[in-house]
């Protein structure tokens, strides 16, 4: 299975990224993006090794538009 769990933090410790999301496949992490490195990276050999560069510049992105929509619904409520 694939998973993707998104967690935001409105007040965040220090060194707590406000904003992070961890990729699993059958319940182990693959990928990982927060809201300090502002990048998609691999948390995994098999992934790194199978993808190439516009796989990653698409994923940050699609990580960097949740992490602002999140925002916006943290202002909300």
Known sequence: SL???????SDPSPGV????VVG????MP??????????MEP???WI?????QEYWDRETQM???HQQIT???LEIV
């Open 71 to 73: 925002y916006e619904n």
């Open 43 to 45: 948390q995994t050999h």
């Open 30 to 39: 693959f990928v990982r993006y927060n809201s300090e490195s502002k990048r």
């Open 3 to 9: 998973r993707y769990f998104h967690i935001a933090v």
């Open 48 to 52: 790194e090794a199978n993808v190439d």
């Open 63 to 65: 990580a960097w538009s």
């Open 24 to 27: 699993y496949v059958d319940g």
């Open 17 to 20: 990224p406000r904003y992070q």
